[in-house]
T-cell receptor, first 115, second 114 residues
Framework: EAEVAQSPRYKITEKSQAVAFWCDPISGHATLYWYRQILGQGPELLVQFQDESVVDDSQLPKDRFSAERLKGVDSTLKIQPAELGDSAMYLC?????????????FGQGTRLTVV | QQQVKQSPQSLIVQKGGISIINCAYENTAFDYFPWYQQFPGKGPALLIAIRPDVSEKKEGRFTISFNKSAKQFSLHIMDSQPGDSATYFCAASEHGGATNKLIFGTGTLLAVQP
């Protein structure tokens, strides 16, 4: 069964260091999402790509976060510098498109702890 | 306007009982209402979804009831099983242009006791 692959699964980093997460969506999925899930809360969208283009990054803290999907396939989310409040689960999801009823498939996430 | 409010925060049900989780929304432009199930250490997985043109959708033991006028929807799990113990999130999205981000509720931790 096709899955959204994410790595690493866990990451511990010191405050002010840089950290990066990688996501490989399900083959053929044009839409890719990065969500952040703080413990005890629901996921919140950080950025949405359609192919290689960003279509929504309104909730992305652009002073420290960046995301790219250069060839419209896999994607990287970077945080520099990391802050204590960035500790969370970072989830990648993908879907065929963005029309109504299109299911978004989530990866297992990267659990980030900033110390 | 973008919030989806979910209750209860946690729920304990006996095996064989009915689990009910409720959600409410404000944005009348939302046009897709999925429920996600999340086990510890895993990403959310779609359980069942509904569009506002129907009032109920049933898939196996899982049913969504939708009340458009009240802007509320709920998940009913019939014959709850210990394997249903997980966190459940309601969500809503609006499809316009190229975006369709999901707005999630805060989650309900369900424990089904054997």
């Amino acid at each position: 069964e096709a899955e959204v692959a994410q790595s690493p699964r866990y990451k511990i980093t010191e405050k002010s260091q840089a950290v990066a997460f990688w996501c490989d969506p399900i083959s053929g999925h044009a839409t890719l999402y990065w969500y952040r899930q703080i413990l005890g809360q629901g996921p919140e969208l950080l950025v949405q790509f359609q192919d290689e283009s960003v279509v929504d990054d309104s909730q992305l803290p652009k002073d420290r976060f960046s995301a790219e999907r250069l060839k419209g396939v896999d994607s990287t989310l970077k945080i520099q510098p990391a802050e204590l409040g960035d500790s969370a689960m970072y989830l990648c999801a993908s879907s065929w498109g963005h029309s109504v009823g299109t299911e978004a498939f989530f990866g297992q996430g990267t659990r980030l702890t900033v110390v | 306007q973008q919030q989806v409010k979910q209750s209860p925060q946690s729920l304990i049900v006996q095996k064989g009982g009915i689990s009910i989780i409720n959600c409410a929304y404000e944005n009348t432009a939302f046009d897709y209402f999925p429920w996600y199930q999340q086990f510890p250490g895993k990403g959310p997985a779609l359980l069942i979804a509904i569009r506002p043109d129907v009032s109920e959708k049933k898939e196996g033991r899982f049913t969504i009831s939708f009340n458009k006028s009240a802007k509320q929807f709920s998940l009913h799990i019939m014959d709850s099983q210990p394997g249903d113990s997980a966190t459940y999130f309601c969500a809503a999205s609006e499809h316009g242009g190229a975006t369709n981000k999901l707005i999630f509720g805060t989650g309900t931790l369900l424990a089904v006791q054997p």
